[in-house]
Structure formats: structure tokens, C-alpha cells
């Protein structure tokens, strides 16, 4: 089995890891792949002006390329500096009290930038789909109601942060986390398994939106990826 298989097989690949050196067939592999991975930046899976007009291209290349770049890089120098062995993202946010600031804010933002640029498509139609459409209507009356509630809680987020909508207990919640938190940090007071997210910084949104975060709110729920969102909330 070559290298890239194992990582598929282990689950190592889905986990946003990658090996930085080459082996030798018989060296032992666990070991090599616990001390020489590294948190990466995931491809996006669109290019830079796919969700215009709603999210313009230059935003959205400065997001990826500097500030998500940016978490990854740091998270990585973080987890050097404090002898932290990369494994799993989400087991890293489960344990979070445990790590300095750094790992806190740059795994964060790591975490929440991957899931986000997953969550939007260019051409979506705005409309939830499969159970999870089923799931809104029922935790929130309707998908009217349900944006309703989302808005507000990206809207009234003050400063920097995230608005989420979590299954927690098999039910929907919606709420907002301040920096690079997120729901499933056991430091957070909103807590749940994430199935959407929406970035309220305002380098997400000020070039074209400045102050008009609302706007910005708006437009961006024309760019939600509802297939992404049901399959989040349908796996496990
Ligand atoms: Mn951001």
C-alpha cells in the first residue's frame, strides 16, 4: 500500500493532514505519520469569484490565501512550539481548555475557515434539502423562521465571530461564538456538532459590504451549499 492509500485507509486524509517527508517502505509508518504531519490548507473547492455577486473575488482570495493561510500556518508553529502531537482538528477543539491561546485561536480559525468555504457553492438556490429540511421546519416552525434566527445571531455577534447552526441532542440549535470559537471547544458556551457557519469578521465581508453586515448576512444565504448541510447533518 503506498503512502497516500494508508492515509485514506487511516482516516488520516479526511482529517486535513498531511505527511511532510518521504519514507522508506519498512520504516515504521504510525510512528513517522505522528511525528511529520502537519495541519494543511484544503483546497478550495471553488474558484475566487464563484460566489459573486454575493461574495466578491478579491474577498474571497484575501480570506483563503492570507487569512486562512495564515491560521494554518500559525496552528502548525503553535503545535511545535508547545510539543502538541497533530492528530485530529476536532479532537483538538474538544480539548481546547488544555492549549495556550494560539492553538485556541488558530485551530479555531482553521477549523471554522474549512468548514465555511465547504458550506457556499456558486449557483445555489437557497433552499434546505432532505431531512435536514425537514429538521428546520420542525426545531424552527419554517426555513423563514429559521433565518430569521440565524440573521439575528450573526447580526448581533459583537465584534468578531461566528453564527452556527448545531445539532445537538438529535435537536437544531442556532448561536454565536466570539473569535475563533466554536461549538464544539469544550470552553465554548454554545456547544454542539456544527452543520452550518457563517464568518461575521469583517475582513469576510467589509470591501464591498463596509458596515452593512446585514447586507452581507443576506446575500450570503444565497450562496449556502443545502446538499453540504444535509449530509453534515444527516452522517453519524
Ligand atoms: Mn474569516
Known sequence: ??????????????????????????????????????????????????????????????????????????????????????????????????????????GGGHYNHSLFWKLMQANGDGLPKGPVFEAINNSFGSFDAMKLKFSEAAKSRFGSGWAWLVVRDGKLDIGSTPNQDNPLMDISEFKGKPILALDVWEHAYYLKYQNKRVDYITAWFNTINWEMVNELYTSK
Open 1 to 106: 500500500m503506498d503512502r497516500r492509500n494508508f492515509l485514506k485507509k487511516s482516516g488520516l486524509a479526511t482529517a486535513g493532514l498531511v505527511v511532510a517527508s518521504q519514507l522508506s517502505p519498512v520504516e515504521s509508518l504510525a510512528e513517522k505519520i505522528e511525528n511529520e504531519t502537519q495541519f494543511v490548507l484544503p483546497k478550495l473547492p471553488y474558484d475566487f469569484k464563484a460566489l459573486e455577486p454575493h461574495i466578491d473575488a478579491l474577498t474571497m482570495e484575501i480570506h483563503y490565501t492570507r487569512h486562512h493561510k495564515a491560521y494554518v500556518d500559525n496552528l502548525n508553529k503553535a503545535c511545535a512550539d508547545n510539543k502538541i502531537k497533530v492528530g485530529s482538528i476536532e479532537e483538538l477543539l474538544s480539548n481546547i481548555s488544555k492549549y495556550p491561546a494560539a492553538v485556541r485561536n488558530n
